[in-house]
């Protein structure tokens, strides 16, 4: 029996509609706002939280699970594919390879990968649900993460966002660039860069017109009609209608929509949308 971790900057919740013998576990993140911590399982209403941190005043942040929260995880399976969140975005990385080297040290026969994939949200859920495919096939531990490596490479993620207010506080992007938005009511468009940080591609005016950019920048990055993950912030409506635009122009691609984490929710903030994609190859 194999099992897939990924951190809560992953928005998936299981892999069962992949395959029946994939274990699917979640270390969750932290949203903090003051003196209060939101821990980002599954049962974490996601609305209130937002809520809760719009009308805080100070400072608000995010922490990562502990070694000792993946080392947990890596002791219930004798196969463990990790992906945290980009390590240039989290200590989350760093606390699986930690948890890493305390399993091994105490049963060196485990399997543990760890998938440093530079990006967030439906890009990881992306790589889960395939090497899901893969492991269930019986392809060899080994195999399945090189060929899981290589999948990688031909995914990408994109950002349509409504506010840039917790990236700015948190140093993700700059605040002349998170003043822009907000004052001229725009929606923006980023990317994952190489690095696995945000940069941003293009300002939008109209939800209409940011679908549209949205789509022709999948196909520019080189998708012509593979797998999509939309994950949502609370934003249902606008999330379905971003599908109808990419199936009118890729009929019979396979497009999903979910809701996101706690923590995709509270960087793509209130009626966000993270857009993970295949690229041809």
Partial sequence: MFQIIADSGCDLRGLSHIS???????????????????????????????????????????????????????????????????????????????????????????KIYIFDVHTAGSEMSLLAEEIARLASSGMPFEMVCSEAERYVQRTGLLFLLNSLDNLVKNGRVSKVAGMTAKLLNIKVLGVATPEGQVGLLHKCRGAEKAYATVVHEMRQRGFRGGKVIIGHAHQP??????????????????????????????????GGMIIGFEKAL
């Fill in 237 to 270: 409506e606008g999330a379905q209608r971003l599908k109808e635009r990419i199936l009118a122009e890729f009929p019979g691609s396979p497009v999903v929509i979910m809701p996101n984490s706690g923590l995709c929710c509270y960087y793509a903030e209130d």
């Fill in 20 to 110: 029946p013998d994939a274990l699917f576990a979640r270390a969750p993140l932290r949203i903090i706002a003051g003196n209060k911590e939101y821990v980002d399982t599954f049962d974490l209403d996601t609305r209130q939280m937002l809520d809760e941190v719009y009308a805080f005043k100070g400072k608000t942040g995010s922490a990562c699970p502990s070694p000792e929260e993946w080392a947990q995880h890596f002791r219930a399976a004798d196969e463990n594919y990790a992906i945290p969140i980009s390590s240039a975005l989290s200590g989350s990385y760093a606390s699986a390879v930690i948890a890493r080297d305390m399993v091994l040290a105490e049963s060196p026969e485990k």
